[in-house]
C-alpha cells in the first residue's frame, strides 16, 4: 500500500513535499475543527458581495456578520471564507475559534458571466496580517477574460509560495465558448476547470 496515502486513498499530509508552513496551516484547517478527519468544509460568507442582498431576504438575520460566524461556530465548520472587510471587522471576535480562508478577489453579479472576472480585493499580506490559514482565489475558465484571470492567479500564486500560504481555488468554467461546447455543468467544463486549477498550482 502507498504509504503517501490516508486509509480511504486521500493524500496523506505528512508525506506531501511542502513547506513547513503550509503545512501547518493546512493540518489547522483539516484537523483541527470539523470533521477532524482531512475533510474541509467552509462557509462561504462572501454572499453579499458575489450575490448582493437578495441572499438574505428570506432569513433577515442572515445578513449579520455575527450570525454568519455563530453559524460556523455551532455548525462546527472547518472555516469561513470571506473577503477583507468582513475579517477586519469580525474576525477578531472568533480568532482562535474559527479558522479563516481570506477570499482575494471576487464580484458583484450586475456584469455578465459571459465576461466573467474577479479583481484582486485583498492580498496574501492581508491574509499574513488578520491572522488567515488560507487564501481563497475564484478563477474563470473559459472567458474571455481568462488570459487576465491567469496573470492575476500567477502573481497571487507567487505570493502564496512566498509566505507558505495554502491556496484554494473556486475554478468555474464560464463564458459563451464553454456554452458552445456543452455548457458550464456539463462533465467536459467541470472536469476541465478543476484540472485548470491542478495545473496552475491550486493547493
Known sequence: MDQSLEGDGRPCL???????GKRVR????????????GT???LPIDQGLEHGPIDFFSNPPSQSPDFQWRLALEG???AVACHYGLARKYMDKYAGEV????KLNGK????????AFSPLTGSVEDAVALGADAVGYTLYVGSPKQDEDFLQFQMIREECDKYNMPLVVWSYP?????????GRDS???VDYAARVALELGAD
Open 14 to 20: 505528512d508525506t506531501l513535499d511542502m513547506p513547513l
Open 26 to 37: 493546512l493540518r489547522r484547517l483539516l484537523y483541527g475543527r470539523g470533521l477532524r478527519n
Open 40 to 42: 474541509l468544509l467552509v
Open 76 to 78: 462546527n465548520y472547518n
Open 99 to 102: 479558522p479563516l480562508l481570506l
Open 108 to 115: 458583484t453579479n450586475i456584469p455578465s458571466d459571459g465576461d
Open 174 to 182: 464560464r463564458g459563451s465558448a464553454i456554452e458552445e461546447k456543452g
Open 187 to 189: 462533465l467536459y467544463a
